[in-house]
């Protein structure tokens, strides 16, 4: 899997920098700019928070690795004959790998 950006960690740094160089200099319009960006990352941010949330959600159902659910491949896989394992693509998302 590519590297994934941390959209909070851009929004955090874009609004370090208007807080740190934003003086009479600076432009009101160049500003602005600078936090529809941060709010943007912001937003995303918060898209994969969900994104996870959901797909944790889909997987809260307790069966047997060989009755799992349409969708719980995408949560957890199976590991041996009686427990399941987090995908990796979730492992990675919540910082478990």
């Known amino acids: 899997m590519s ?6 960690d851009a929004a955090r740094a874009m609004l370090a920098t208007v807080a740190s160089t934003a003086t009479e200099a600076t432009g009101d319009a160049e500003v602005r700019i600078v936090l529809r960006e941060a709010q943007v ?3 995303l941010a918060l898209v994969e928070q ?5 797909l944790i959600t ?11 659910a349409h969708f719980r491949h995408i949560v957890a ?3 041996d004959d009686y427990t ?4 990796p ?3 990675e998302a919540l910082g478990l790998s």
């Open 41 to 43: 990352h912001a937003t």
């Open 84 to 87: 399941l394992q987090v995908s």
């Open 77 to 79: 896989q199976p590991k």
């Open 58 to 68: 889909l997987g809260q159902f307790r069966v047997a690795p060989d009755d799992v």
């Open 50 to 54: 969900q994104r996870i949330a959901n």
């Open 89 to 91: 693509q979730i492992a």
């Open 3 to 8: 590297k994934q950006t941390s959209h909070a």
